[in-house]
């Protein structure tokens, strides 16, 4: 897989992810949700942390805008990791496997930081009105958006049996936490890579060839005989 293949992989992920951000920020107010189906909504919330919610202020002694700042510089140099990582599999012609998996985490990854980054310029904030794009008074600054989440699985959604201990009568969730396009694309590409990681981090089929050919060369006799 070339670098233009990766990167059409890319823009097209980018695309998605954040068509359908916009578009929720811009017909939604925050809190509001659209039953798809029993197991499907459409819930429209802003996440100002890391995955599923985690802030640096929950757990470090500083405060709610320094933790975003902080996350926000973080994931821009991770970005920069990812973006090197995959020009180094592309350039070394990895497995089309690795690529694809790279491709689809720096795809996620990018489109995240492009709402932590610039959401809180454009956008006014959406708490009892729809926001508006392109706002006069925008809600943030620079580095200091909010990423847009909208997909949302409550595949079980029931209560604990009353004899149950300490959870009896309780509410019981899953799938409980939203996310967006971006953190499927993430999510994805990790999948990939734990699954098929002896494909992923394999020979790629070029090198394979090579091999086999200097093996038969090498050894032409035993090549007939096989």
């Known amino acids: ?30 809190g509001e949700s659209v039953d798809v189906f029993s197991w499907f909504k459409i819930l429209f919330i802003e996440n100002e942390g890391a995955a599923w919610g985690a802030k640096l202020s929950d757990v470090l002694p500083i405060s709610d805008a320094t933790g975003k700042l902080v996350l926000t510089i973080f994931r821009l140099f991770a970005i920069f990791g990812i973006g090197y990582w995959l020009f180094d ?14 491709s689809l985490i720096f795809a996620g990854a990018l489109g995240n930081i492009l709402d932590s980054v610039f959401y809180g310029l454009i956008f006014d904030d959406s708490y009892n009105h729809v926001a508006t794009l392109f706002s006069d008074e925008p809600y943030g600054k620079v580095f200091y958006g909010k990423v847009v989440d909208m997909l949302y699985f ?24 939203v996310f967006n396009i971006a953190d499927t694309a993430i999510s994805t590409g990790v ?3 734990l699954v098929f990681n002896k494909r992923a981090f394999g020979k790629n089929e070029e090198e394979e060839t090579v091999v086999e050919i200097s093996e038969n060369t090498e050894n ?3 090549s007939i005989n096989e």
Do not use: H
């Open 1 to 30: 897989m070339n670098l233009k293949k990766s990167i059409l992989l890319i823009v097209l992920i980018l695309l998605i992810d954040q068509w359908s951000k916009i578009y929720i920020k811009t017909n939604f107010v925050l």
């Open 89 to 102: 599999v592309v350039k070394k012609k990895s497995s089309k496997t690795l690529i694809v998996a790279v």
């Open 154 to 177: 409550p595949l079980v959604d029931t209560t604990w049996p009353e004899c149950m201990p300490f959870v009896g009568g309780s509410n019981f969730r899953f799938f409980e936490p």
């Open 191 to 193: 999948g990939i890579l």
């Open 220 to 222: 032409p006799q035993g």
